[in-house]
Every structure is written in structure tokens, then in C-alpha cells.
């Protein structure tokens, strides 16, 4: 309920092409953006990319396998905190990421602001004020789509955790993409990217384990919640 089909309906008009996703029977949806030549696609629906569902293994399959050049992030401002989970992770991607603050205008009818410039200094990306149902905002959201700018790798942990990914990126090869995102599923122990587990990344888990009182995968999604805390204290005032 983020605005997300709305949006989509609005950037692609009556381009849209609609089928399931291979081997589900989940909407697919691709289209033209209006007077471009950007291609769109309409992925499920989620709040992560730590795949417990279809829909998450299919975008994340998506963002690995067809390497999109721009992801629009669209996040409901009236739940900040549960959308930014997933930014948190889309920021680890290699592929430009723009969010599209959507329903901001009712934050402020309840006396709520969101500075944009600050939550963009936080994410280290381009944040843009849209109302989907208002068809406000759209027009910058096209031009930002249109730069080759890229975001910028913010520090989202602490400096144990940080200085682990850094190890455990520097075993990759050159042509490894997304390398922080998955440096961090090792961590994790994610099954899926068991191909790339090493004995070295079982040693840095082992001794930065030491630094803990739980396992990673849940200090790791502590530290996530840390820093949206952080995030929206920075950039919201009432």
C-alpha cells in the first residue's frame, strides 16, 4: 500500500504489458515510461530482501539477475520506519537507488516534516516528494531517473560488523557484483550464496562473534533499526 501500482500506472500510461513471473502465478508488469526510453518493471511488493517469501526471491532475483540500472524505492512516509528496512538493503546494491517519498502530504497535515535534503544526506541518495494519488512530483522523479549520478556507500553498522565487510569483500573477484549486499548475506550465513562461502569468511565470523552476545543475522538487523532510528531523528520534525 505504498502507492506503488499507482505510480507505475502513472510513469508508463497505457504501455504496460502484463504476465506472471516465470513458474508463479504472480503479476508481472513491464512498461515504457512516457516520452522515454526507459523500460520499467513492476516488481512485488516487500519489506526485505532476505528472501522468506515469492515475492522476495523474485525481486531479489530480479535485482541480481537483470542488474537494473535505477531502482525506485518508493516508501510510504507515514511508516517510515517499516520501509526503511528495505532501503537499508537496496543501498547495498550496486544499481542507483532514488526514493520516492510518497503521501508526504499527510504527514504534514498532522504537523510532521520531512526534510529531504537531510534524509538524502543520510541515505546517500536522491530523495523525491511525490503524491502518487495527487500526480505530484512525477516530472522531477523522470529527470532524476535521466542522470547517471549514483548514490554514495553510507556506514550503516558498527565498526566491528564494517570492518568485517571490508575483509570479506576484498575475497570477491573483480567481476563479483553487488559485493557489499552479499559480503553481508555471508555474514549472515544466507544458504543462498553458499557458492561463495569460504573457510575465510567462517574465521571473520568467528572472531567478530566475539563482540557479541547473539548471533550476526539478528546483530546485523539490530544495527539496521539503529540507524533508521538515527535517520529519523536527523531528518523528521514535529
Known amino acids: 500500500n505504498s502507492g506503488k501500482t499507482t505510480l507505475f500506472n502513472l510513469l508508463t500510461g497505457m504501455n504496460a504489458k502484463i ?59 507515514t511508516v517510515l520506519e517499516r520501509s526503511l528496512y528495505l532501503t537499508t538493503q537496496l543501498l547495498e546494491i550496486d544499481s542507483k537507488v532514488i526514493i520516492a517519498l510518497n503521501m508526504a502530504d499527510i504527514l504534514e497535515k498532522k504537523g510532521i516534516q520531512i526534510d529531504v535534503k537531510k534524509l538524502e544526506n543520510e541515505l546517500g541518495c536522491k530523495v523525491v516528494k511525490i503524491s502518487a494519488l495527487k500526480e505530484t512530483g512525477i516530472d522531477e522523479l523522470v529527470e532524476e531517473i535521466k542522470k547517471l549520478d549514483n548514490k554514495k556507500e553510507i556506514k550503516i553498522f558498527d565498526d566491528v560488523l564494517e570492518n568485517a565487510i571490508t575483509n570479506v569483500k576484498k575475497q570477491f573477484s573483480k567481476e563479483e557484483i553487488n559485493k557489499r549486499f552479499v559480503a553481508i548475506k555471508l555474514l549472515e550465513d544466507d544458504k543462498r550464496f553458499i557458492d561463495k562461502t569460504s573457510i575465510k569468511v567462517k574465521e571473520v565470523q568467528v572472531e567478530i ?30
Do not use: C
Not at 209 to 219: A, C, G, P, R, V
Open 19 to 77: 504476465g506472471n513471473w516465470p513458474g508463479v502465478t504472480i503479476e508481472k508488469k513491464t512498461g515504457k515510461i512516457k516520452n522515454t526510453d526507459f523500460e520499467l518493471t513492476d516488481l512485488p511488493g516487500i519489506y526485505s530482501l532476505s528472501p522468506y517469501s515469492i515475492e522476495e526471491e523474485i525481486s531479489r532475483k530480479y535485482i541480481f539477475d537483470e542488474k537494473p540500472d535505477v531502482i525506485i524505492n518508493i516508501i510510504d512516509s
Open 209 to 238: 562473534s566475539k563482540n557479541y552476545d547473539t548471533d550476526l543475522e539478528e546483530i546485523i538487523a539490530t544495527e539496521r533499526y539503529n540507524f533508521i532510528e538515527d535517520v529519523k531523528k536527523a531528518s523528521i520534525t514535529q
